[in-house]
């Protein structure tokens, strides 16, 4: 089993910065891409950040110029940045974690964590 720790939410005033850290732990072999996505009050979870293994980073265009992913992977760890905030910021944000348990599988499990609280006063 794999578990995702998010922290880093809270209560902001628009134009601020808020940073958020996911880090994984458990049964671990090799974590692919890693990402985060938010759903806000009566909208669709959506994706925010995303960054493979190795490789570059994709953003949606909401968040293009304003957050910056990050990973450590020596710390299983995700990060997002987020600069500039606005009030259409506010939500619950979520990181995800495409995870291989064992090295003599291929599968990916998908595993999210338990979100945190974004809130962008106005």
């Known amino acids: ?12 005033q628009a134009g601020g910065s808020l940073r958020l850290s ?3 732990s458990g049964s ?15 909208k669709q979870r959506e994706f925010v950040a995303g960054i493979p293994s190795g490789g570059s980073t994709h953003y949606a265009d909401s968040a293009k110029g304003r957050f910056t992913i990050s990973r450590d992977n020596a710390k299983n760890t995700v990060y997002l940045q987020m600069n500039s905030l606005k009030p259409d910021d506010t939500a619950v944000y979520y990181c995800n974690a495409r ?4 090295a003599l599988l291929t599968y990916e499990y998908v595993y999210w964590g338990q979100g945190t609280q974004v809130t962008v006063s106005s």
């Open 99 to 102: 995870v291989v348990v064992d």
């Open 22 to 24: 996911c880090a994984a």
């Open 28 to 42: 671990i072999f090799r974590i692919n891409d890693m990402g985060w996505y938010r759903q806000a009050p009566g």
């Open 1 to 12: 089993q794999v578990q995702l720790v998010e922290l880093g939410g809270g209560l902001v």
